[in-house]
């Protein structure tokens, strides 16, 4: 079946509000003869005469009657549909975002950007769900309109990130643990034993290979699979975490933490969205508070340090 020229509808409703070829014709910038073409277009579209003679004017049918008042909202509904976006009015904002965050995020920035987002905009909630798994697919899907993480190879090629902060990672052990005293060293280090953070249940990870180039090889105790966990383990035992610093920095509270004797590559945190939400307004501004409250924490980390 082939479709209707829309652009009929304009000029449909043209000529039904004006009553006149020669008027429609002015109004759509037209030639008389080319209004007229497009009359008998839409007489042949609807099967219906829509304006006939009468006298020296034309009148509507009851056809063109009833059409004139569906018309006319169906073209005001395209053109809006068409318009550039408004100005967003965060005040009349009504909207729920969700976002999914590994654990350590909404402790450490989940207060910050609440009290952001409720000043600003009072109608907003946001629903915070876990992240079990790297898997891009509920942003796809539409069931998550925000991510927080590090990109890997693994994430969707369409999706967009943007950088939120670095971290590095440090190691986590309880007050008065003997790593405490003395210098840390690769070799005290790995003498220790150990709880290792792995979603997946490895049994080691990039500390493993930097003591290996050292011929050192650390004992891996337990395998958990969160930083909340771990961090639980590590306060009523000997054990030692590696875990990210200011991802984890709530979560540690009353641990001491120590400078890893090996070096890692730092981690940057970015957040995540569909481009189906970038030029969405109230997304744009989602992303704006989410950046800035993460921004400014590392802001004050820095300058503390």
Known sequence: MSRPDLNLLIALDVL???????RAARRLRLSPSAMSRTLARLRETTGD????????????????????????????????????????????????????????????????LIARVGEEAP?????????????????????????????????????????????????V???????????????????????????????????????????LRREIATVVAGYTEALALVRATDLVACVPDRH???????LAVLSLPVRLPEITVSMLWHPRLDADPAHRWLRGCVRAVCRRGEGDAAGSG
């Open 16 to 22: 039904l509000e004006e009553g006149s070829v020669a």
């Open 49 to 112: 005469p829509l304006l006939v003679r009468a006298g020296r004017g034309l009148v509507p049918t009851p056809r063109a009657l009833e059409l004139r008042e569906r018309v006319g909202p169906l073209v005001e509904g395209a053109e809006a549909v068409l318009r550039p976006v408004e100005a967003l009015d965060l005040d009349r904002l009504r909207r729920t975002f969700t976002l999914r965050n590994r654990e350590g995020f909404v402790e450490n920035f989940g207060a910050a």
């Open 123 to 171: 109608g907003v909630r946001l629903r915070f769900v876990p992240k079990p798994d790297k898997d891009s697919r509920s942003l796809r899907d539409g069931s998550v309109d925000l991510e927080t993480g590090v990109v890997t190879s693994t994430l969707g090629p369409e999706v967009r990130a943007q950088a939120l902060f670095r971290d590095r990672f440090v190691a």
């Open 173 to 215: 052990v309880r007050v008065g643990h003997p790593l405490c005293s003395g210098e840390m060293t690769p070799a005290r280090y790995a003498a220790a034993r150990h709880v290792l953070v792995s979603r997946r249940g490895l049994d080691r990870d990039a500390v493993d290979d930097a003591l290996g180039s050292l011929g």
């Open 248 to 254: 984890t920095e709530n979560l540690r509270a009353g």
